[in-house]
């Protein structure tokens, strides 16, 4: 599954194409994602230009400035036709009716229910299309068109200038008027393309995140946080930072290579850690993180930049699918375990409880 160093290295190879561009044009092959793409995307996205394309978590947020609403009741409550996202309770609701800004729903649809023409209003919100990858999808800039075929054939073509084909698996094209368009690949579908309007940062995919590891901003993650969150808790600490209600972009395979650096066991009681090894693990997680962005994330099956091109960090692993293998500090057999279903990998000498 992509982590968070695969969604930023992924955010800073598109934002160069979109940011500044205008969509033309929207093509969905296949709605049924994780949650179904909205019917009325196309109208609602065709002419809008793109601001910005900024990353919460794992979720690449575009923002398409303000956008025309209509049919709102008094107390901006937006009112839609599906209600795609899971109650708590695991139960799915199927109201048409929403809090402020209709945050549950994929996309909007006008409100033509009962009192429609008495709650008719008309006014501005922001726009944001809301993406993630899933466990297998990719994002990549491609032309409109296929260029001529030079007489070197292909090969000697660069990968931001060929148009592939639509194949089974690319469910989604946003086109631009750059005369290039943005193509979702995903074939589990466990990806999303999903539109809000209002505060982006309410929608309830995003609402009770935890702070940025890499950023200061929506939460200072630093090791005072952190001890105060490790309180009273008797979780192990690599199940703790995996909660991204702690905090956020910390995957399993990061979580083991931060473990590592800091000297930490994954096995290791969340309560106990003290807070100088707070401080370490915290440095650990940025150093990590940034670490694997500039190393173009890791590529273990599915995942590919903008370019469909794989990242390499997996050649900077420490412990992580290295099982068996010699630790390359300290020469002892790297240990694999499971924790919350996911397999922990660690050395049992260099990393102490």
């Keep these: ?38 019917d009325n ?16 978590a794992k979720y690449l947020l575009l923002d398409c400035g303000s956008v025309h609403v209509r049919n709102a009741t008094p107390d901006n409550e937006i009112h839609h036709a599906r209600s795609p996202l899971p109650n ?6 199927h109201s048409t009716k929403l809090p402020k800004y209709g945050s549950q729903v994929a996309g909007y649809l ?11 209003r008309e006014f501005h919100v922001n726009g944001t299309l809301i993406l993630h990858l899933g466990m297998s999808g990719s994002l990549r800039i491609l032309a409109q068109a296929t260029p001529p075929v030079p007489a070197g054939g292909m090969s000697g073509v660069s990968p931001q200038l060929r148009c592939d084909p639509p194949a089974i698996h690319d469910h989604f094209d946003l086109l631009l008027d750059n005369g290039k368009l943005m193509r979702l690949r995903d074939p589990r579908r466990f990806g999303a393309v999903l539109w809000h309007e209002g505060d982006v940062h309410a929608h309830p995919l995003l609402a009770h995140l935890g702070p940025e590891p890499l950023e200061d901003y929506l939460g200072s993650f630093d090791a005072r946080y952190l001890y105060r969150a490790t309180r009273g808790r008797n979780v192990a600490i690599k199940t703790l930072i995996m909660n991204n209600h ?4 910390v995957g399993n395979i990061y979580a083991c290579e931060a473990l590592f650096s800091a000297g930490i066991s994954p096995l ?4 106990k850690l003290s807070l100088a090894r707070c401080d370490k693990l915290v440095t650990a997680i940025r150093t990590t993180l940034s670490a694997a962005i500039l190393a173009g994330g890791s590529t273990l099956r599915d995942f590919v930049n903008t370019s ?14 290295r099982a068996g293998e010699p630790c390359r500090c300290c020469g002892a057999p ?3 375990i499971k924790q919350g279903q996911r397999s922990s990998f660690y050395c049992g000498n260099c990393q102490k409880e």
Excluded: C
């Design 88 to 93: 708590p309770d695991g139960t799915t609701s």
């Design 1 to 38: 599954m992509p982590e968070l160093p695969e969604v930023e290295t992924t955010r800073r190879g598109l934002a160069p194409h979109l940011e500044g561009a205008t969509i033309i044009g929207v093509v969905i092959r296949n709605p049924r994602l994780r949650w179904p793409i909205p």
């Design 110 to 120: 006008p409100y033509t229910g009962e009192g429609a023409n008495e709650s008719l």
């Design 41 to 56: 995307l196309p109208e609602l996205l065709s002419g809008q230009t793109v601001i910005s394309l900024k990353r919460r």
């Design 308 to 321: 469909g091109n794989p990242g390499y960090f997996q050649q900077q692993h420490w412990v992580y699918a």
């Design 334 to 336: 790297i240990k694999q």
């Design 246 to 249: 702690i905090v956020v972009g």
């Design 268 to 271: 290791l009681r969340a309560g």
